[in-house]
């Protein structure tokens, strides 16, 4: 059985922008359904930016309908293909952020290689 969890970071971006864009949680779960079927993604809106033994980083595109004329929000997740288990990182609108946090994955990574 798949399993999804967060990080407290991520929590918190996902609370922050629930309060801008109530359609989040309802987008939030479909984007989940998405990734129980196809959990690296499917097309151009999925990267695997890190990918490592049994951890693969993906970095993709979420539709929120709340936000106009088609912006998505960027979300960056990990899936550990043995347990079958997600674990949510970051997530971020392009329109305030350009990039991922670098320094949060790169110290994400080095929790899970310890």
Do not use: W
């Not at 991520?10 to 629930?18: A, G, I, P, S, T």
């Not at 951890?55 to 539709?63: D, G, N, Q, R, T």
């Not at 929000?73 to 971020?92: A, G, N, P, T, V």
């Not at 949060?104 to 899970?112: M, N, P, T």
């Amino acid at each position: 059985m798949k399993r999804f969890d967060e990080l407290d970071q991520f929590k918190k971006e996902f609370k922050k922008l629930f309060k801008k864009h109530k359609t989040l949680d309802d987008d939030f779960k479909k984007f989940k359904k998405v990734l129980f079927v196809y959990p690296t993604g499917i097309g151009k809106n999925f990267v695997i930016i890190h990918s490592s033994g049994n951890i693969k980083l993906v970095k993709a595109h979420m539709a929120c309908r709340a936000l106009r004329n088609n912006h998505l929000l960027r979300i960056i997740y990990s899936y550990f293909e043995q347990e079958q288990r997600f674990e949510f990182i970051e997530l971020y609108f392009k329109g305030n952020k350009e990039n991922e946090d670098k320094k949060r994955i790169k110290q994400y990574l080095q929790g899970c290689f310890l």
